[in-house]
């Protein structure tokens, strides 16, 4: 009977241990599971105002020659009224509303029916089906890679509509620019609406949902974490991918049309634009299998916050160097532009080379060389909703050494480069450096929090070996 007892309570404890890890782990990923009043009043910040916020970049383009301040001055002055400036913004027509949703299916068609064949000859390029991270629940998907074929089959139609079929013209982008805006609000909306309406009827997996109850919250950050329709329709890697990032180039390139058809020649700037934004996208879709292990894939969760932000904010903010450059073209002197390149080329550099240690470290589980050193680590355990114990290293050697998140660093030099092309007449193209800061910023601090609730003391011992984040020596 004693012995009976004994085992009961070693089962309890056992169970009562379980649930203990279990609630602990509810918050190592994804987002929050209670909202406080700071988060709230950020985020009902954001659904009001950050739509306003692109149409006021854009329409400021439009409008008054890309100039902030100018139309807060009018308004300001009583020289015009809002009613103006809004009946002067072109509405959404048939043939935006057209473009767009072509653009859309025909990278839906990419995603899901033409398997990659790009890594079946492309050395090094890892594509077709790969698996992502380990769930909150303990799951783990599969994801067809196929994201360096789809950019490269959408821009060489494009090159042979450009050089031979003239089906359109090459500054259809820019000429349509505004109209587009507002299908791309639609579509962002609409799955951002969809995506939390799925979350709470017939979810992908309901073990890796979240709700808080307050309906601001899980709209803007997300009730799924992994979305999807069918089995490879993944929601959070499409629009983090597709359409946006692959129409980045092709925005760019639309903006060096125009430039070209309103003046006769493309800048020196705008190349620089256009290659090194390039670079950056390209350097995207080599490395897509990589990024299912980022903090995007990893810990996001989908809501209007990737929805809308991947269908909108991205390709209209992201892009507002070239847009600035259409209105305002800068040949720049020799040494600056040398200076510009290289200054985004290093930057590349540190992003790319620090990514692909904290990857070859992952893939061989440390059995790797570091800058010709077996890497230091600091070894971590944690636990998955279903209470399974999992274990991981964190790399203390190679760029990883200097500064816990130096891929960040390398990522802030390259956005600078893209705005010191504009020169220093108008402050819009150095927008995309301060939000670039703040978000990466608040990223470090977000990711951190995350990972000292997932590891607890090994984090600290972490934060200890590498005790900066960004800048060695200053933060």
Not at 457 to 473: F, N, S
Request: aromatic content about 20%; some cysteine; hydrophobic content about 45%.
């Amino acid at each position: 009977m004693a012995a009976y007892q004994e085992k009961k309570h070693a089962q309890e404890r056992k169970h009562k241990t379980t649930l203990n890890d279990t609630q602990i782990s509810q918050v190592q990923w994804g987002r929050a599971w209670e909202v406080d009043w700071f988060s709230l009043a950020s985020i009902l910040f954001l659904l009001m105002f950050a739509p306003l916020i692109v149409y006021y970049f854009i329409m400021s383009c439009d409008q008054y020659q890309c100039s902030l301040t100018d139309p807060l001055i009018d308004l300001l002055t009583g020289n015009k009224h809002l009613s103006d400036i809004w009946n002067k913004t072109p509405t959404l027509t048939y043939r935006a509303a057209g473009i767009y949703s072509l653009w859309v299916a025909f990278q839906v068609v990419l995603y899901m029916f033409i398997p990659d064949f790009c890594h079946k000859f492309l050395p090094g390029y890892v594509g077709g089906v790969q698996e992502g991270a380990v769930t909150p629940a303990g799951v783990v998907n599969k994801y067809e890679i196929n994201g360096l074929q789809a950019w490269i089959i959408t821009h060489v139609l494009w090159f042979a509509n450009a050089y031979y079929f003239h089906f359109f013209s090459p500054t259809i982008i820019f000429d349509n620019w505004i109209p587009l805006l507002w299908c791309a609000n639609i579509l962002g909306y609409a799955v951002s609406t969809f995506a939390m309406i799925k979350g709470y009827c017939f979810p992908s997996n309901a073990k890796d949902c979240k709700f808080t109850g307050n309906f601001f919250y899980d709209y803007m950050m997300g009730i799924e974490f992994n979305p999807r329709i069918g089995k490879w329709f993944d929601f959070k890697l499409f629009f983090n991918g597709r359409p946006g990032i692959v129409a980045w180039t092709l925005i760019n390139l639309s903006y060096a049309a125009k430039q070209r058809e309103l003046y006769g020649q493309v800048t020196n700037s705008m190349i620089l634009v256009n290659v090194l934004q390039g670079i950056y996208v390209l350097d995207f879709f080599w490395n897509e299998a990589w990024y299912l292990k980022t903090i995007d894939i990893c810990h996001d969760h989908f809501g209007w916050y990737l929805g809308w932000g991947d269908c909108v904010w991205l390709p209209y903010l992201y892009t507002l160097q070239g847009l600035y450059l259409v209105y305002h073209p800068i040949q720049l002197g020799t040494a600056n532009a040398v200076g510009i390149l290289m200054l985004g080329l290093i930057g590349y550099y540190i992003f790319r080379v620090t990514n692909h240690q904290k990857d070859l470290f992952r893939r061989t589980d440390g059995n790797c060389r570091i800058w010709g050193k077996k890497p230091e680590y600091i070894e971590c355990s944690y636990m998955a909703v279903d209470g399974t114990k999992y274990y991981s290293k964190l790399m203390t050697s190679g760029f990883w050494g200097w500064a816990r998140h130096f891929n960040y660093t390398g990522d802030l030099m390259g956005s600078l480069a893209y705005c010191l092309a504009c020169g220093f007449a108008h402050i819009l193209p150095y927008f995309y450096i301060v939000y670039m800061t703040i978000l990466l910023t608040h990223r470090c601090i977000r990711d951190e929090h995350r990972c000292l609730s997932k590891y607890g003391k090994d984090w600290k011992h972490y934060t200890a070996a590498v005790p900066y984040r960004l800048i060695p020596g200053i933060f």
